[in-house]
């Protein structure tokens, strides 16, 4: 029983797991009307956050940072069913943001040159891919409302609307497929999209020498024992 409960030798796996669940929920909200599409992919976020709020409780100091962002985020999603305020999208994806950048933080600490390697780690990696992906989405979906022609392939709407669509885009970025079908107008956006491609091969290359000198050290603690 006690293997099952989240631990240091398992957390990544839940985590990955939560962020692939939300990606895919995403997409598959789209076939919903808009309301309930909102509705659901808040409610992923939500479990989301908690899974890696849970995840990531060995690391007690991103820990109460980003429970607070939870429960403003919480807030702030009831509370714009019954009150309408101008650019509270624009927070609510802002505190997005803040709880993926602290994850991914706190996972990189964990995952990137720090000992020995394992499943757990190489999977905690995964998360990262992931967490960067969705970060430069969000940061898509604060130029988009800013600026309704900043991309063109996709409509200026809500962001629960076109959060697929972005998280696409944005993975198609970090890959550097650069599909086409979605390309940014403004200045602003292209320099985001071009900072991502570069974020997306240094990504590749710091992980790599991260588990191959970690390996090589524990091959070599092996050895001497």
Not at 35 to 44: A, I, T
Not at 196 to 214: D, H, K, N, Q, R
């Amino acid at each position: 029983m006690n293997q099952r409960r989240i631990n240091k030798q398992n957390n990544f796996y839940y985590m990955t797991g939560a962020l692939v669940v939300l990606l895919l929920s995403a997409s598959l909200a789209k076939s919903l009307m808009g309301g309930m599409l909102e509705s659901l992919l808040e409610g992923v976020i939500a479990i989301t956050f908690l899974v890696c709020v849970i995840s990531l409780g060995v690391d007690k100091s991103w820990k109460r940072f980003m429970q607070v962002l939870i429960v403003i985020w919480l807030l702030t999603a009831i509370s714009k069913r019954f009150v309408t305020i101008p650019h509270l999208d624009l927070f609510m994806l802002g505190l997005m943001f803040a709880f993926f950048w602290g994850t991914f933080s706190s996972i990189a600490k964990q995952v990137l040159f720090s000992g020995a390697v394992s499943g757990n780690q190489v999977v905690g990696s995964i998360a990262l891919f992931l967490l960067l992906g969705l970060m430069w989405a969000l940061v898509y979906l604060l130029i988009l409302a800013l600026s309704p022609n900043a991309f063109s392939g996709i409509e200026h709407s809500a962001w629960g609307q076109n959060f697929s669509q972005m998280a696409y885009f944005s993975f198609v970025t970090l890959t550097t497929l650069g599909y086409g079908d979605i390309s940014p107008n403004t200045p602003f956006a292209q320099v985001a999209v071009y900072m991502e491609a570069i974020a997306g091969v240094f990504y590749m290359a710091i992980v790599v020498a991260s588990l191959v000198s970690a390996g090589l050290a524990q091959k070599s603690t092996q050895q001497e024992g």
